[in-house]
């Protein structure tokens, strides 16, 4: 791979630079990450969301593993792109409900769903730090698989709660 390829990838994993700011690139890598959400639901579809969200998590592993050997260390503070391909993951728990009823989250109706958006990223952040078991040892797997996998399962986690939340709320009409 060549020189100018392998700082390519190194500034995508490292966010654009959101990964070298401190403190806590972590949660500046999240913010893009809400970003990158926003983005998404530019086109209204389920199967874009979903599509989008397949890919990039798959081509973040291989990134993710060539950012590790180019800065010579196991899961670089700077990388970032774990997070950010995490944060749609732990939306989709409440885009995921709206789908089921028929709708969908559209970037035009921000300020419905805004509160579910900080409470992904919120929920996101808190098991992304916290790693409880089973998502801790996700992080001992090898090179960007390990980088990205305790990501995903900690935004799945995150998915889970805020899809639960999201259902009860709506079906005890606090929420239209």
Same mark, same amino acid.
């Given at each position: 791979?060549?020189?100018?390829?392998?700082?390519?990838? /190194?500034?995508?994993?490292?966010?654009?630079?959101?990964?070298? /700011?401190?403190?806590?690139?972590?949660?500046?890598?999240?913010?893009?990450? =809400?970003?990158?959400?926003?983005?998404?639901?530019?086109?209204?579809?389920?199967?874009?969301? @979903?599509?989008? !969200?397949?890919?990039?998590?798959?081509?973040?592993?291989?990134?993710?593993? =060539? #950012?590790?050997? #180019? /800065?010579?260390?196991?899961?670089?503070?700077?990388? !970032?792109?774990?997070?950010?391909?995490?944060?749609?993951?732990?939306?989709?728990?409440? +885009?995921?409900?709206?789908?089921?009823?028929? +709708?969908?989250?559209?970037?035009?109706?921000?300020?419905?769903?805004?509160?579910?958006?900080? +409470?992904?990223?919120?929920?996101?952040? @808190?098991?992304?730090?916290?790693?409880?078991?089973?998502?801790?040892?996700?992080?001992? /797997?090898?090179?960007?698989?390990? @980088? !990205?996998?305790?990501? =995903?399962?900690?935004?799945?986690?995150?998915?889970?709660?805020?899809?639960?939340?999201?259902?009860?709320?709506?079906?005890?009409?606090?929420?239209?």
């Amino acid at each position: 791979m060549s020189a100018s390829t392998t700082r390519s990838l /190194l500034l995508l994993a490292q966010g654009f630079g959101l990964g070298r /700011l401190h403190p806590g690139p972590g949660t500046w890598g999240s913010l893009g990450g =809400v970003l990158l959400t926003a983005g998404l639901l530019l086109v209204p579809h389920p199967a874009f969301y @979903i599509a989008t !969200v397949l890919i990039l998590t798959a081509t973040s592993i291989p990134i993710c593993s =060539v #950012a590790e050997r #180019a /800065l010579g260390e196991t899961d670089p503070g700077s990388v !970032v792109l774990d997070e950010i391909i995490a944060v749609p993951i732990a939306f989709s728990g409440y +885009a995921v409900h709206w789908w089921s009823v028929g +709708a969908t989250p559209r970037i035009e109706g921000i300020s419905q769903w805004w509160p579910a958006l900080v +409470a992904a990223f919120v929920l996101f952040r @808190i098991f992304d730090i916290w790693k409880p078991w089973p998502i801790r040892r996700l992080q001992n /797997l090898h090179g960007g698989l390990g @980088i !990205v996998l305790d990501d =995903v399962a900690a935004a799945l986690v995150s998915a889970l709660l805020l899809g639960i939340g999201t259902t009860v709320l709506f079906y005890t009409r606090l929420i239209a």
